[in-house]
């Protein structure tokens, strides 16, 4: 017995076929790749939110800043301009003993601004 062939596809068909199943996973792709992004996209602007309070508390912080130390910051009483190096001079001060009242100077004008006076007694 012989058996009977069903005619199969002619190439032309299959190659249609082929491209037809190319052509939708390229668009299924696409769509899960959009999805994916549009999945994304909260997250991408909560990031931008984010960086952006972050960038502006920054910006406040170096603005006010200087303005506030220069506010607190101690003074010279005759020529009213602000002591630098405070730190430095507290951490001298906290380290050393003097045994006589020494003048702290003004930098700029040179005056006694006070007499530090840590004159520890010797047992």
């Given at each position: 017995m012989t058996e009977a062939r069903q005619p199969g596809l002619t190439f032309r068909e299959f190659l249609d076929s082929v491209q037809g199943y190319w052509g939708a996973?390229?668009?299924?792709?696409?769509?899960?790749?959009?999805?994916?992004?549009?999945?994304l996209l909260?997250?991408?602007?909560?990031?931008?939110?984010?960086?952006?309070?972050?960038?502006?508390?920054a910006i406040?912080?170096?603005w006010n800043a200087r303005k506030f130390y220069r506010k607190v910051a101690p003074k010279c009483p005759t020529c009213k301009s602000t002591m630098r190096d405070v730190d430095g001079l507290m951490m001298i001060m906290g380290l050393q003993y003097v045994e006589r009242p020494t003048p702290i100077h003004c930098m700029h004008c040179e005056n006694v601004i006070v007499f530090w006076n840590d004159v520890r007694q010797q047992s």
């Open positions: 996973c390229r668009e299924h792709d696409g769509h899960m790749l959009l999805l994916f992004g549009l999945a909260p997250l991408l602007i909560a990031i931008e939110f984010a960086l952006l309070a972050i960038s502006l508390v406040h912080i170096l």
